[in-house]
């Protein structure tokens, strides 16, 4: 433990000396210390969590956020400066044996004093056999009405193994199934943060798999229970091509690949919620889709799990994008490529060209050679040609409309700047003297588009 967080823990004991309470190190600090993962976050059980969390925050001059100020279940948390975490959380029960026994699962139902973690002393209170269910890989619920209590927790346990790698315990698997409708009574926030977590850890695919064996993920998505077996395709074939997206990429996965590092859990989930939408033709302009036959559209389902709306404008983006590259099979970009539809595809789908591209690859199209070409095509366009150009400042404004011909803003003067913008991006114009000269031509057109 390096020298700030060791001096931030003494003076927790410092504060917490006055007093005749005791304060444990819990939950995930102990597990992950023992997995050897990183740890940025140090949980505590402790008896007046407020008064130690504020201050501790005050001495530090950290920040404080407080989590939950349900008397006798505050938790605060103070953010350090190296955005370290330190989160206090009122002893539950008499003792911290009660505590641990009303936690979730066995690998974070132990605890420590304090004062002994930061000596390094082996000694932990692991009532429920926490340890050795870590040394198995096992997620596995503690007795009693724990999902009762909290219904959350089975979802937990999948976002566990997911990012754990672990396996979860057939009894508590059985215990999911039995009551997995309970999880529809769970407010959609917090669904929201489980789930999100779970799409983004190394064991995602495996885990949302059995979500779905053991009836859990339709209760949380019920709207995709007759497109099950399609959404867990689609996660399969995403995870094995995010594993190799040279194979459709080529040249260009690296660059690919940077594009979509952060984002998996956003592709997954636009995976996950694909089939909703199959029978949707892409709307023009690449406005927001919804279905119009009664049955909810991927759009509403992350409205309703509580999603940003960056979050579903990037997912719904992403499928608009992908299933215009789907029903056209990218044949503008194919052996008879027309640059023009290129650049508009490239431009209407923005961001989330490449994402699209990786649902393209991952819904079963790897051994179409026409289409493996187009997309590569696509790519190397993308890349190559498209995002060099843009880096350039453009050859004419808006200003330069009004001051050469006179125009006032209206879908005309847009129309133009946009044909003209295509031109430059595909080499077609050079100078700020043969942009204006097409800007002419267009304004004799009024369209904005020259006939081809």
Known sequence: MSASPQNNLKEIINIISVTNELIYVVGGTLRDGWLKRNCSDFDFA????SRLAREFASRSRFTLVPLDDTPGRETFRVVGKDRRVYDFSELQGETILDDLSRRDFTINAMGQPLADFIDGKPDWLDPHGGKQDLEAGIV??????????????????????????????????????????????????????????LLISPACIRNVQRLGECGLLEQIVPEIASFQSSSLENLEGLDRFLAAPESFMGEWAHRAGACVSDKSGGIRMAALLEPLDRDCPSPPGGGAQKKTNGQPGAERVLDRLRFSNIEIQYMTRTLQSFRQARSSRLQFAGRTSDDSALYRYVTASGEELIPALYLLGATG?????????????????????????????????????????????????????????????LGTLQSREEAVRLASRLLETGSGRLES
């Open 365 to 425: 199209n790897l051994g179409d050679k026409d289409l493996l070409a187009a997309a590569r095509k696509t790519c190397a366009f993308y890349f190559g040609r498209y995002l060099p150009a843009k880096d350039q400042p453009p050859l004419i404004n808006g200003d330069d409309l009004i001051r050469e011909f006179g125009l006032a803003p209206s879908p005309l003067f847009r129309d133009i700047l946009e044909c003209v913008e295509e031109s430059r991006v």
């Open 140 to 197: 596995r619920v503690l007795p009693g009405p724990i999902f009762q209590s909290d219904p959350l927790r089975m979802l937990r346990a999948f976002r566990f193994a997911a990012a754990l790698e672990f396996e979860i315990e057939p009894g508590t698997l059985e215990q999911i199934g039995l009551l997995k409708e309970a999880i529809r009574s769970v407010a959609p926030e917090r669904v929201n943060s489980e789930l999100k977590a």
């Open 46 to 49: 402790v008896r007046g969590a």
